[in-house]
């Protein structure tokens, strides 16, 4: 009663009101708590590709330390064309492992070695000295053009950024090796870069110095190399280069680091605080021996000092080769030097320059390798960076003295379920690499952050809330619209009941007490008899459905099922229906189609007759001022031998948009305030009810003109 009450005082207005505020009372709350689990699995992939990128940094400077290391351990005479092997004392020389041909890459991307004497002057592993014969070799003519040509090319980078002479600086050289002829001269291996005679020198002085302003801030070149063109890999112009300016210039969103910095200090401030003192004096010690390992170092050198060279470049004893006699016999010459570790810069023509610097008899020189900055970046940075995750979901800016000299774009994958662009430009990751390259930054920004481990998990669980959230009140919706419909129906059920009852009531009444009282005359008794009697079986008809309603609604009803023959049923219709239609003034007019008498089908006698009744009852109320009074019943079989038992009347008909809804529970197409027939609405529902108890189906269909109700017994 209670929620019945409650139903009635709903309409369909205010349950909308009150499922959406439920809605949204529950939805807000689950909204939130998923929205916080999207931003913890952001913070989770941030923290994870961070870590990546923290991983990359430390593995591309571990490989660049260890390849730097290698170099540095390069001896003084290894920038020689040839060497001392073994014990100076015996005279064993041998090829310098620098000078052989392609250039021996320590480093990724190397162009060659050189080396700066304390005047300017340049020299390389890849020729001998000046002077040299070039029959003694040992080189092809074609590898030794090739070596020419790359010395040149070095002699010429260096010149152009102004760490060693012009080349017009060293025609005095074919002079100086003791040469005396036009053949000895023709004959001779040039130094790199030397094209003509020019006797006269430079007016201004050369001075070492520049080697130790490449790396101040004040010298600091602009940056010429290779920062990447939003289309691709390639390197741009230095004017293009420029355009990318500082790495301020990017301005990355650092919010993200600094937090998850300071949750990083917080998180482990208390249980990692020892753990953390003995990293730091871990880390202390590890930075104090690299700095020993990279502090200058002392070293005994030995290099030949030859007029002429052997052809061969196996070793053997100077003596053996040239003669113990020989006025021009080699001369071994050891000497202590200081080698200090390497430096790098990056030069003003886009080249990068590793060079150290060693002490000899009072004089500094500079040692060093020229390195191709496009195969350099390429390699030992850009490769691994594109073979990692990383790549797709963050770009890589490498900076140099605080300027962006590249950019590598990574390539774009899944994006995460928040939007990107408020990521986008954040900065993930920023490291310097180690001295010597403690000028380079490798800084990791933001371009999409992939979903998390579980994002997929939380995806499909938020899309199947959602799901269930919108179907779930909508079938409330529906169910409590339903509920206010029923609530409604049962009130004007109730109405009508109260309606149909009190009609017949009051008509026997009336009709009896006139007949007690004496004030009809003969020849109207009958007739009063008779309007008492209908109103008695409208009454029991009345009765019957409300009595047959609540026995299919309260509990499983108790068929009696017995085989009937189509003849039985037929004539039980007659009998049971005849005078109903005669008094109600049509006529019954029973229709036998092609169907055999002896045909039979399994029905429950009251079920079927109480069916039969209603759908006359119907077809009578709504045919009541129809033009053709009749009402057919027929029988006929089909095709897969189903019995079709047909009640039609001539009435208007049922609109289509009704004819699903007449078999619903209290349905009337009419208001009580409105409607021109009698009845309850539970009549045709009875019958659909009945008729699915007998494994029947009930149908109707429009005829022209009227309607006609079919009930089909499968085989």
């Known amino acids: 009663m209670a929620a019945g009450t409650l139903f009635r005082a709903f309409d369909a207005r205010r349950l909308r009101l009150m499922i959406a505020l439920l809605f949204v009372t529950l939805a807000v709350p689950t909204a939130v708590l998923i929205w916080q689990a999207y931003g913890q699995l952001k913070w989770e992939a941030y923290y994870q590709h961070r870590g990546m990128a923290e991983e990359l940094t430390a593995r591309i400077d571990a490989e660049l330390g260890e390849r730097i290391r290698a170099a540095e351990d390069r001896s003084f005479g290894d920038f020689s064309f040839l060497v001392v092997s073994g014990d100076p004392a015996a005279n064993f020389l041998q090829r310098s492992p620098l000078s052989e041909y392609p250039v021996p890459q320590d480093l990724p991307g190397v162009i060659g070695y050189f080396q700066v004497d304390a005047d300017g002057s340049f020299r390389t592993p890849l020729l001998p000295p000046a002077g040299a014969a070039v029959d003694k070799l040992g080189i092809p003519p074609e590898e030794l053009e090739q070596r020419r040509a790359l010395a040149d090319e070095i002699h010429r980078v260096l010149a152009d950024n102004r760490l060693v002479r012009e080349p017009a600086d060293f025609n005095a050289v074919l002079r100086e090796a003791g040469r005396s ?184 020189l500079i040692q060093g390798l020229l390195i191709d900055s496009e195969s350099f970046l390429s390699s030992a940075i850009e490769s691994a960076f594109h073979a990692t995750s990383l790549s797709g979901m963050s770009d890589l800016v490498i900076g140099y003295q605080d300027n962006v000299v590249r950019l590598v774009r990574g390539t774009v994958s899944d994006s995460y379920p928040v939007s990107s662009d408020k990521l986008r430009g954040t900065l993930l990751y920023q490291s310097g690499l180690s001295a010597p390259l403690d000028q380079l930054d490798l800084i990791f920004s933001i ?62 009444r009336m009709y009896g007490e006139m007949l007690k009282e004496g004030w009809v005359s003969e020849d109207k008794r009958k007739q009063y008899y008779e309007y008492i009697h209908d109103e008695s079986e409208r009454l029991t008809r009345l009765i019957s459905n409300v009595l047959h309603l609540a026995k ?46 002896k045909a039979s089908v399994m029905v429950d006698e009251d079920c079927f007759t109480q069916i039969v009744i209603n759908l006359v009852d119907n077809a009578i109320k709504f045919s009541r001022n129809a033009a053709n009074k009749v009402i057919d019943i027929g029988c006929q079989t089909t095709g897969d031998g189903s019995v079709v038992f047909t009640i039609r009347d001539y009435g208007p008909g049922i609109p289509k948009g009704q004819m699903k809804k007449i078999f619903q529970l209290f349905y009337r197409a009419e208001s009580e305030l409105t409607r021109e027939t009698v009845g309850t609405g539970i009549g045709l529902a009875i019958v659909h009810q009945l008729a699915a108890l007998m494994r029947a189906k009930v149908d109707v269909v429009n005829k022209e003109p009227g309607a006609e109700f079919r009930l089909v017994f499968p085989h």
């Open 181 to 364: 002829t036009d053949a000895d001269v023709a004959t001779a291996v040039p130094a790199a870069g030397v094209a003509e005679r020019q006797p006269e020198k430079r007016k201004d002085e050369y001075s070492q110095q520049v080697f130790d302003q490449l790396n101040s801030a004040a010298q600091a070149p602009a940056p010429a190399v290779g920062a990447m063109s939003a289309a691709g890999n390639e390197m741009v112009t230095r004017e293009q280069a420029a355009s990318y300016g500082k790495v301020a210039d990017l301005k990355l969103d650092a919010a993200l680091q600094k937090k998850s910095e300071s949750l990083e200090r917080k998180s482990t401030a208390g249980e990692l605080s020892a753990a953390k003192k003995n990293a730091d004096t871990g880390t202390d010690a590890e930075t104090e021996a690299q700095t020993a390992a990279r502090s200058r170092r002392l070293e005994q050198s030995a290099l030949p000092e030859l007029s002429a060279l052997p052809q061969s470049v196996e070793p053997k004893p100077v003596t053996e080769t040239f003669g113990a006699a020989s006025p021009s016999a080699s001369r071994v010459t050891t000497f202590a030097s200081e080698i200090d570790p390497y430096e790098f810069s990056l030069l003003a023509s886009g080249h990068l320059v590793l060079f150290r610097k060693v002490w000899r008899d009072g004089d500094r």
């Open 447 to 508: 371009n999409r952050l992939p979903a998390g481990p579980g994002a997929e998990v939380l995806r499909w669980t938020s899309f199947i809330i959602a799901v269930v959230f919108v179907a779930g009140f909508y079938l409330v919706y529906r169910l409590g619209l339903g509920q206010i419909r029923l609530a409604h129906q049962q009130q004007e059920f109730v109405s009508a009941v109260s309606h149909e009852l009190k009609t017949p009531l009051t008509s026997i």
């Open 552 to 597: 299919i609604t309260g509990s499983e009803p108790q068929l009696d099922l017995k085989r009937k023959t189509v003849a039985e049923l037929l004539n039980q219709v007659e009998s049971k229906v005849g005078s109903q239609i005669g008094r109600a003034g049509f006529t019954l007019n029973l229709v036998r189609g092609a169907v055999d008498d």
